[in-house]
């Protein structure tokens, strides 16, 4: 696991972006094309408009990306809850990419059906695949420990077979659809990005508490690389040093 801390949420906006670009251009240039799933809520906004601005002034051909989402709120794509209607707004139609490169989590109808309809296009991209290997699924941290849709005491939580599903949050009392934890480790780099002193208590939680994993993020480990990239407000508990 590799931790980096940022000064501000400019920082880790500009760094996050930094990352993003780096490690989807190194996957381009080794396969040809890169994948990358990309998370929702607000946090990272301030890095997709950073990565659109950092897109104009050095090369990558969006062409050669993919780009697909950890998971989605069953609402209507220009839905301001959606965050694919996030995602274009901040960087999806700030950049030359071909609009059949966007692969969007449409559930608003039926989550189930969308759940499935979506493994179904993973499963046609990732052929031959136990679970999927994105080049880079990007993740958040919810105040009570989530990550994608993965809510504490939700059934998805205990799904080994399928890469997507369907999940009704309660406390929300909204239904989504998520990238299960299988699939999110399955990944060739995860990279968590966490902001702010709200979330100090919850990444000390999730970083530091002994013990077995209690709380969703914390189950993430992916196959490859894990990051955290987090700014000093969101790190402002932490004690270990951490590698
Ligand atoms: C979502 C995200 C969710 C998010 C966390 C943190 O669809 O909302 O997938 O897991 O990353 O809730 O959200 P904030 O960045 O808004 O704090």
């Known amino acids: 696991m590799k931790l980096q801390i940022f000064p501000d949420a400019e920082g880790l906006a500009l760094g996050a ?12 240039a080794h396969a040809g094309s890169a994948s990358i799933a990309l998370s929702g809520g607000s ?27 950890g998971d989605e709120r ?53 052929p031959d695949q136990a679970f999927p290997q994105f080049d880079l699924i990007l993740l958040g941290l919810g105040d009570d420990g989530h990550t994608a849709s993965l809510f504490p005491d939700t059934q998805i939580l205990n799904e080994r077979e399928r890469w997507v599903a369907p999940v009704y949050v309660p406390r929300l009392d909204s239904w989504r659809i998520s990238l ?31 013990g077995p994993p209690t709380h969703p993020a914390q ?14 407000s969101a790190g402002r508990l932490l004690e270990k040093p951490h590698s």
């Not at 189950?219 to 000093?232: C, M, N, T, Y």
């Open 43 to 69: 946090t990272p906004a301030r890095t997709y408009k950073e990565l659109a601005e950092l897109s104009r002034r050095r090369d990558l051909d969006w062409r050669h990306v993919k780009v697909y989402w």
């Open 17 to 28: 972006a930094e990352f993003i670009f780096e490690t989807l251009s190194k996957a381009a």
């Open 180 to 210: 299960t934890l299988p699939a999110i480790n399955a990944a060739s780099t995860v990279a968590f990005l966490v902001s702010g002193e709200a979330k100090a208590s919850i990444l000390k939680e999730t970083l530091e508490a002994s």
């Open 74 to 126: 069953c609402v209507a794509a220009d839905d301001p809850q959606s965050n694919f209607h996030m995602a274009r707004a901040t960087l999806l139609d700030l950049i030359s990419i071909p609009r059949q490169n966007l692969y969007h989590m449409a559930c608003e109808d039926d989550p189930e059906t969308g759940a499935w309809r979506y493994e179904q296009i993973l499963r046609s991209h990732f």
């Open 219 to 232: 189950k993430v480990e992916a196959q490859g690389e894990l990051h955290w990239l987090i700014d000093e």
